[in-house]
């Protein structure tokens, strides 16, 4: 299929893929995650943010890990993400996809998180404890 062999981080915060009404504010409680995205489309908002922010009574598939593709990733490369998510398919883990300008990043159940790490290192994947970064603070001016 392809030669790719990777570095997948894996982040220790518990995350939820969150799904607000079409056109909704991003509310605060969701910002606060070290991984957060916002993917609006016609028919809704979807949020990943940290589990602990999601009110009770909001729509949500949780918890979640993430698993980040150590990059930058060539934006020319072909079969990144079909070198991780067909292992994946095999051993019946569900999968959420997202991208940056960077990388991929993949989102599985937490319970089906080291099921996935085993998958990925049957193929030659390296997977590994991510540390977090801690964003650049705003100056006051």
Not at 31 to 47: C, H, I, Y
Not at 49 to 68: M, N, Y
Not at 121 to 128: I, K, L
């Amino acid at each position: 299929m392809n030669d790719h062999v990777l570095t997948l981080l894996q982040f220790p915060e518990k995350l939820a893929i969150v799904r607000l009404g079409p056109g909704a504010e991003v509310p605060k409680w969701a910002e606060s995650a070290s991984l957060f995205s916002v993917t609006a489309t016609a028919t809704e908002t979807s949020l990943v943010c940290a589990t602990r922010s999601v009110p009770t009574k909001t729509p949500s598939i949780k918890p979640l890990t993430a698993f980040q593709v150590r990059g930058p990733l060539d934006p020319d490369a072909v079969g990144i993400l079909a070198a991780l998510l067909v292992p994946l398919a095999e051993a019946e883990i569900p999968v959420y996809t997202l991208s940056t300008f960077d990388t991929d990043w993949i989102l599985v159940r937490l319970v089906d998180g080291e099921k996935a790490s085993e998958a990925w290192r049957r193929r030659g994947h390296t997977v590994t404890a991510a540390v977090p970064a801690t964003p650049p603070r705003k100056s006051r001016k």
